[in-house]
Structures are given as C-alpha cells and as structure tokens.
C-alpha cells in the first residue's frame, strides 16, 4: 500500500507497452544534443574525460553528471517514451528523485519553452537506468527540448513515439547560437533544484533564448589551471563564474581567481565575463564572505581598469528578496526558490552583455 492508491498524481510515469512505439536514439541526428558530449566509452559528459583526469578525481566523478544537457527535436506525437541507461545515479539527502534521475519536456517555439511534462521514473528503480511513458496530450506538431537531470550519469538515451508517428530535426533554434559557459559548484550544476529544468543556468537560457554549457562541479569549482585552460579554448558568446563556493579558504580564492580569469581573457579579449560570489548563508559568517567579495571584487576592479568587459554580482544578497530561509534547501545550497532567485540577479546583467 501507499500514497499512490489514493493519490493517482504519485504514480510514476511506468512504460507499460514497450511494443506501441518506435525508438530513436537520441545522440544521433536528427536530435540535437546540446551541453552534453558523447566521450570516446560512449558516456554523455559534459568535457572529455581526458580532460577531467588532468584536473582532479573529483572533476572526473562528477564530470558524469548530465547537468545543463539537452536534447532537441520535432515531432508530432501525442505521447512520448524513454529509456535510459545510467551507469551511475545517486541519491543524496540535498537532491531529490526528480533531479536525480528524472528529465523535463518543454515545448520549444519562437524562443519561448513552456513546460509540457516532467518525467518521473519508479521511485525504486535499480542502477543501470530506467523506462518511462508519458501523454503529451496533443497530436501537434512541436518543437520538444528534453532536459536532463542534474545528478546522473548518462550512457544511452531512446526516445519512444507511438507507431505511425514521427521524429524530425527541429525546426526553431536558439537565438544566441554560441554557448554561455557557466562555471562553478554544485551550486551552479544545480544540485537541490527540483528539477533539471529550473537550474539559474536553464532559467537563463529559458528567458534569453541561448544555447549553455553548465561546467558547476560538486564540491570540485576551485579553478584548477587545467580546468581554466580548457574553458579559455571553448567558444562562447559570455563567461560566468561563481566557483566561490567550492573555494576552501579566502587565500586559495584569491590564488586562483584572477589567474582563471587572465587565462580566460587571454584567449576571448571581447567576451563579457560575469563574476559572481557565492550565496551568503551562516556557514562562514559575514566577516569571511566579505573578504571573498572583495577578493572577486579585486579581480573586477584591475579588468574594469584596463577596458574589458567584465560585471560584478554580489552573491550575499542573491536571497534579500524572498528571505534565506525560504531559499535554501540544507543550509547551503539554493533550493528551486534560490535558483529563481538567483536567476533574477543574473538575468538583466546577462541580458546586456548579450546585447
């Protein structure tokens, strides 16, 4: 017995007729993979693993961590199936089940998402992955973004529709074509969002229609210079880091920041660059968050001097509107609420320096 014999809205979205539909794997055309690479073992991730094993063990576990990944495509069905192979998914006391392992479907068209369905797999689903069915609740034909979760390792991904039906490329596209880089903690990968699709970077790119990469590493932002120079050789349209979180201590942020920032600059002299410090809670106290403050600040103030496009946001008052209590899911880590907060202060300033 449970909640879901009398409340039909717990039950989870169980594919119960694997033969009704047809599968298409989703890495490959005419989908449109975004934030997400397929690596050389055939695990979505979001840098190479190469990459990762230059930087930290830490970068390399969590580099797995689908965050800020997308796919996109058309289709006419009126309900939709998945399947999914996960070689990893972890449940933690900050992360629900949702944005562990669960995804999101939001229609796409001129530049607007609107959420049509979330996914919700078998609360007691075994590693390796999971299959589900939802209604779409329309024969349209429709552009669908299919976000992922934010805490779990992706290898294969089938997108079902009912025989008859079809999958085609999509047709709307975003706006800002050339990725936002978000770089960070777990903060920034999402971690306790209730879902993948309301992360601060997806309610970014909702609101200003542009493609993201999401590079937050739980407990692992701390600005390795391997890790700065591979972000300084992608191509992006803007820079925003906040990895201020994962910092241990005031010293190590002020060893670390302006030399992320300069390998940046040295390789993307016109892009905008956001920095951010970390949301104020009581865990280091007011004295120590101001001396973190003013170390970004630091960094801002010589880029500013020297002409570059560079923005300050003061992460201690991300929470001033809707009070820290209501922001926070475990003392540290924004809830769905915080997201939404934060994604207000970022919002007008990404807005400018996307022009």
Same mark, same amino acid.
């Given at each position: 017995?449970?909640?879901?014999?009398?409340?039909?809205?717990?039950?989870?979205?169980?594919?119960?007729?694997?033969?009704?539909?047809?599968?298409?794997?989703?890495?490959?055309?005419?989908?449109?993979?975004?934030?997400?690479?397929?690596?050389?073992?055939?695990?979505?991730?979001?840098?190479?693993?190469?990459?990762?094993?230059?930087?930290?063990?830490?970068?390399?576990?969590?580099?797995?961590?689908?965050? &800020?990944?997308?796919?996109?495509?058309?289709?006419?069905?009126?309900?939709?199936?998945?399947?999914?192979?996960?070689?990893?998914?972890?449940?933690?006391?900050? @992360?629900?089940?949702?944005?562990?392992?669960?995804?999101?479907?939001?229609?796409?068209?001129?530049?607007?998402?609107?959420?049509?369905?979330?996914?919700?797999?078998? #609360?007691?689903?075994?590693?390796?992955?999971?299959?589900?069915?939802?209604?779409?609740?329309? *024969?349209?034909?429709?552009?669908?973004?299919?976000?992922?979760?934010?805490?779990?390792?992706?290898?294969?991904?089938?997108?079902?529709?009912?025989?008859?039906?079809?999958?085609?490329?999509?047709?709307?596209?975003?706006?800002?074509?050339?990725? @936002?880089?978000?770089?960070?903690?777990?903060?920034?990968?999402?971690?306790?969002?209730?879902?993948?699709?309301?992360?601060?970077?997806?309610?970014?790119?909702?609101?200003?229609?542009?493609?993201?990469?999401?590079?937050?590493?739980?407990?692992?932002?701390?600005?390795?210079?391997?890790?700065?120079?591979?972000?300084?050789?992608? *191509?992006?349209?803007?820079?925003?880091?906040?990895?201020?979180?994962?910092?241990?201590?005031?010293?190590?942020?002020?060893?670390?920041?302006?030399?992320?920032?300069?390998?940046?600059?040295?390789?993307?002299?016109?892009?905008?660059?956001?920095?951010?410090?970390?949301?104020?809670?009581?865990?280091?106290?007011?004295?120590?968050?101001?001396?973190?403050?003013?170390?970004?600040?630091?960094?801002?103030?010589?880029?500013?001097?020297?002409?570059?496009?560079?923005?300050?946001?003061? &992460?201690?008052?991300?929470?001033?509107?809707?009070?820290?209590?209501?922001?926070?899911?475990?003392?540290?880590?924004?809830?769905?609420?915080?997201?939404?907060?934060?994604?207000?202060? #970022?919002?007008?300033?990404?807005?400018?320096?996307?022009?």
């Amino acid at each position: 017995m449970s909640l879901a014999n009398f409340d039909h809205n717990m039950l989870p979205n169980t594919l119960k007729n694997e033969v009704d539909y047809d599968f298409y794997d989703a890495s490959k055309s005419p989908f449109r993979v975004c934030g997400l690479i397929k690596d050389t073992d055939g695990v979505f991730r979001r840098i190479p693993d190469g990459v990762a094993k230059t930087v930290s063990d830490g970068v390399v576990y969590t580099n797995g961590y689908t965050a &800020g990944g997308r796919f996109i495509f058309r289709t006419n069905a009126n309900k939709l199936a998945i399947k999914t192979s996960m070689p990893l998914m972890e449940l933690q006391r900050n @992360v629900n089940f949702m944005n562990c392992c669960g995804a999101d479907l939001y229609k796409y068209e001129n530049g607007k998402q609107t959420l049509l369905r979330s996914i919700t797999p078998e #609360i007691n689903i075994t590693k390796g992955g999971y299959s589900a069915e939802v209604d779409l609740y329309d *024969d349209s034909e429709k552009d669908i973004i299919l976000y992922t979760s934010c805490h779990a390792t992706l290898k294969d991904i089938f997108i079902g529709i009912p025989k008859g039906c079809y999958i085609r490329e999509a047709e709307n596209d975003y706006t800002y074509k050339t990725p @936002v880089v978000f770089y960070g903690s777990s903060i920034t990968q999402g971690t306790s969002a209730s879902r993948g699709g309301v992360s601060y970077s997806a309610l970014l790119s909702q609101a200003l229609d542009f493609d993201f990469i999401n590079l937050g590493f739980a407990g692992n932002g701390k600005a390795e210079k391997e890790i700065a120079d591979y972000v300084a050789s992608l *191509d992006m349209s803007v820079f925003v880091y906040d990895y201020d979180h994962n910092s241990p201590t005031p010293t190590h942020l002020k060893e670390t920041h302006e030399r992320m920032y300069l390998t940046f600059r040295e390789k993307h002299p016109e892009t905008p660059v956001i920095m951010m410090s970390r949301p104020q809670w009581h865990q280091i106290g007011d004295k120590e968050a101001a001396e973190r403050f003013e170390i970004i600040k630091e960094t801002y103030d010589k880029a500013l001097a020297r002409g570059e496009k560079v923005h300050l946001i003061d &992460g201690r008052h991300f929470y001033d509107k809707y009070g820290y209590s209501n922001c926070v899911q475990d003392n540290s880590h924004p809830n769905t609420l915080g997201h939404y907060a934060m994604y207000e202060a #970022i919002l007008p300033v990404l807005k400018k320096c996307l022009g």
